[in-house]
């Protein structure tokens, strides 16, 4: 079955950086989407970038939302089977649980995503 499993998140000074990775194991469908979302006590759940891809290539470009747009960036390395996700020019504002999910297709909502990582914690002082 399929598995993600998120790291490098943990503690850094505004205006550090990041980069956090999902190592997706098990995924069997050629093309899929993988998101990065962020959950923060008293916040709503943020969508923060997702990108669709072929077993080779990605299709199409990287959604970013317009709060991230700019610092953060996803990659993939298609022989690790993991997304990364390059956070620079922190702000306080980042900090959250970021959680990393998979799906044939991308979704607006964390929920619409059958998997999903346990998270890691991001916190910017």
């Known amino acids: 079955h399929v598995q993600l499993v998120e790291s490098g998140g943990g503690s850094v000074q505004a205006g550090g950086s990041l980069r956090l990775s999902c190592a997706a194991s098990g995924v069997t469908y050629s093309a899929n989407c993988m998101g990065w979302f962020r959950q923060s006590p008293g916040k709503e759940r943020e969508g923060v970038t997702s990108l669709w891809r072929s077993a080779i290539s990605p299709l199409g470009i990287p959604y970013y939302a317009n709060s991230v747009k700019g610092r953060f960036t996803i990659s993939h390395d298609n022989v690790k089977n993991t997304v990364f996700l390059q956070m620079n020019k922190l702000q306080q504002e980042d900090s959250a649980m970021y959680i990393c999910?998979?799906?044939?297709?991308?979704?607006?909502?964390?929920?619409?995503?059958?998997?999903r990582g346990q998270g890691t914690q991001v916190t910017v002082s």
């Open positions: 999910a998979i799906d044939r297709r991308c979704h607006d909502i964390l929920d619409d995503y059958p998997i």
